[in-house]
């Protein structure tokens, strides 16, 4: 039997220990961690097709605080929302 290997991902959350990591590094990005201001995330994938679709995730919440997923009622009856099907 063969063992699957999985992928991972590290990502910061938090604007500061953001900002001091691509500013100042990865030392830097830890103290301000470490001092409760960001938190770091790891996540383990499959595919790196799964790690692409958690960064879209991400980009797209990014300057917002929360989310709630639409049901899907909602999204086929909403005259704004565009569709795309797929075969």
């Known amino acids: 039997m063969t063992k699957k290997i999985k992928l991972s991902t590290v990502v910061v959350?938090?604007?500061?220990?953001?900002d001091a990591y691509?500013?100042?590094?990865?030392?830097?990005?830890r103290k301000v961690v470490e001092n409760g201001d960001g938190q770091?995330?790891?996540?383990?994938?499959?595919?790196?097709?799964?790690?692409?679709?958690?960064?879209i995730?991400?980009?797209?919440?990014?300057g917002?605080?929360?989310?709630?997923?639409?049901?899907?009622d909602d999204v086929m009856n909403h005259p704004r929302i565009i569709h795309k099907l797929t075969r």
């Open 22 to 29: 691509l500013d100042k590094g990865f030392d830097e990005m």
């Open 64 to 72: 917002w605080e929360g989310y709630s997923p639409l049901s899907d």
């Open 13 to 18: 959350f938090g604007s500061t220990a953001a």
């Open 57 to 62: 995730g991400i980009d797209d919440m990014a």
């Open 40 to 55: 770091l995330v790891e996540h383990e994938f499959n595919t790196m097709d799964e790690i692409r679709a958690y960064f």
